[in-house]
């Protein structure tokens, strides 16, 4: 009778795991293993030629034109790591305190930064499209308004502010994220313990430091982690803002997109290449996986039971 | 150097109003006890007095210097939090250091200053540990030790023995007593346990419903209690409350008994509250003569002394401090004695206590 009902429990508990398990197998970890061994391989269009060693691997990092781009694309990453660090969770930081310190229209601000979030981002993309619009965007329309005309410029179709133009939009799109995060994480802090910094300093900026910062590490590793990955795995914005050239002139090119283009193909990359193209995936992946589980492992160590 | 004025201190939170006009001046050099049943305001006042809230109405002064709008870590005072609210990112030395250090002071002096407190509290072997890495009491101690290096005038002790352990509990307390002596300043200590606040007091601050009871010196609490309230309150077991009738020089406790007295209060009430304590009564198997009839409820047995409790009429079981070898089966009738000069009068209106 217990065995049955054991089984019956065991069963039960198959079908719930089973579908889901198999669903990512089939969708996630199949797609990465492929990519991995076509990496390895020499493509003509979609078959399979020779097995080549580390020779796609050579051509994307070492070999003109792929290292050049790479490279570019690479480099823009980070500057948009960086951007976000500081656009991003830095400003998510600092909001977080504002909604937390309950100052004027906290309870109205605290929908308001989270909001965005929840547009898609195809949606926010051509939105900061038309804002950014040279001639009737609302940010030209703005500065001209406030007298500030000299400075109205096409914000999207110059190589000096393209890229940084994509970071901001993808800053006010995802702000609340970090926002949240953050926020929860001081909400955390017992009220006796900032009672107990009040009694020894009134300064609003020894207490965040201080204090509020460090006790707030967790939500730091998480926000930071996530950027991170979302940094270098970076796609849609530049995508429906940029084009997948990433233009101008590769500007705003990112390695989400340069991948695609080569292991795809595209207009200016002619026919796909699928070997150079699963390289780079497994470059991007293998960069990603390392790095984060590096930040994981020393932030962990940073932070504090409560 | 630090005397303190509370003149007429009232606190609203919102529509509610919890302190009802607070007066009070304490000495320098007094450790001045708040106790009061939960609820009563003395926590929100001593958070008034910190700072932490701010003074809805009335003033506060520090030696003659008006304190409402000083920030709380301008005014001199420490304190010590019920949950000892240690910072536990940092060690034992970081958490003593940093409010010395935001106070400006040299980097020998803060040294020279947590060196102090480490030998009077001695943590030495602690001062590398993170505050999960201590006992409760340990915690306390370092608690302590981060207010004193700041040398306050005034030190506030928010309920700071209700998270030990009952063993612990009569050590850190004269632990606190010895600290308070040394140290010189003033301290304002806060709790629900009256005897704590007995033992410790210089003199007591007893709250009830937002409004002070009394205020005075544990002797004067104990034995001349200026209310009900106050009279319940301290002392343990607490003092048995009887309703009587006054005819002549007669008490008369309807269906109970009656006793004469030679001095009775003064005021002409007829009906009065008549209040003893367990050491003021003593208890007989003889039921012949004056005194109060009562049934036994059970007896108490503590080693140096023994609680008998008995029923008198409706009320709540009284306590009677007996002899250690007193026993009484329950149920057995006897007859409650009282001692003339260990009694205490209440108006039965006021509830207010009349001189005799």
Known sequence: MISSQLTGRRLWIAALVVPPIAFMCLFLVYPILSAFAYAFYEWHGLARGDFVWFDNFHRVLFEFPFSERTINAFKHNIFVFFALMVLQNGLGFILAYCLWRELWGARFHRIAVFLPVVLSTVIVGLLWKLFYHPLFGAVNATLRAVGLGSLAQPWLGQDSTALTAIVVANAWHMVGFPTLVFLAGMQRIPSEILDAVRMETESEWVKMSKIVWPLVAPSATVVFTLLFVGAFNWFELPFIMGGVDGSPHGATDVLGLYFYRTAFGSMSASAENFGPGSALAVLIFLFIAVVSSVITIRLRKREIQL | ?356
């Open chain 2, 1 to 356: 150097m630090a005397r303190l004025s509370l003149r007429g201190i009232k606190k609203r939170f919102k529509a509610v109003e919890v302190l009802h006009g607070i007066d009070l001046d304490v000495n320098d050099r007094e450790l001045i006890v708040f106790v009061g049943p939960s609820g009563c305001g003395k926590s929100t006042l001593l958070r008034l007095i910190a700072g932490l809230d701010p003074i809805t109405d009335g003033e506060f002064l520090l030696n003659d210097k008006r304190m409402n709008e000083v920030a709380p870590s301008r005014r001199g005072i420490a304190m010590v939090f019920q949950s000892y609210a240690l910072y536990p990112h940092m060690d034992v030395y970081e958490n003593m250091a940093f409010g010395a250090r935001l106070m400006g002071l040299s980097k020998a002096e803060v040294e020279a200053r947590i060196q102090e407190a480490t030998r009077m509290l001695r943590l030495e072997p602690l001062l590398e540990r993170k505050p999960r890495e201590l006992s409760g009491g340990q915690r306390q101690r370092v608690a302590i030790g981060r207010a004193l290096v700041r040398k306050p005038q005034l030190l506030l002790l928010d309920e700071p023995l209700s998270n030990l352990d009952a063993a612990l509990r009569s050590e850190v307390r004269l632990e606190i007593a010895r600290l308070h002596r040394e140290i010189g300043g003033t301290t304002i200590y806060v709790t629900h346990d009256q005897v704590e606040a007995m033992t410790l007091a210089d003199r007591i601050v007893v709250m009830n419903g937002g409004r002070i009871e009394q205020f005075g010196s544990p002797r004067e609490l104990y034995e001349t209690p200026a209310n009900t309230f106050v009279a319940n309150f301290i002392g343990s077991p607490r003092m048995a409350m009887l309703g009587v009738e006054r005819e002549g020089d007669r008490l008369i406790a309807p269906g109970i008994g009656a006793i004469s007295l030679t001095r009775l209060p003064s005021a002409a009430d007829r009906e009065l509250l008549m209040g003893v304590r367990p050491d003021g009564m003593s208890i007989s198997p003889d039921l012949q003569g004056e005194g109060f009839a009562a049934q036994v409820v059970y007896t108490e047995y503590l080693g140096d002394s023994a609680y008998v409790y008995v029923k008198m009429g409706e009320g709540a079981p009284v306590s009677i401090r007996c002899t250690p070898d007193t026993q009484y089966a329950p149920d057995t009738p006897v007859k409650i004695r009282v001692m003339p000069d260990k009694l205490h009068f209440f108006s039965s209106n006021t509830s207010q206590r009349l001189a005799v």
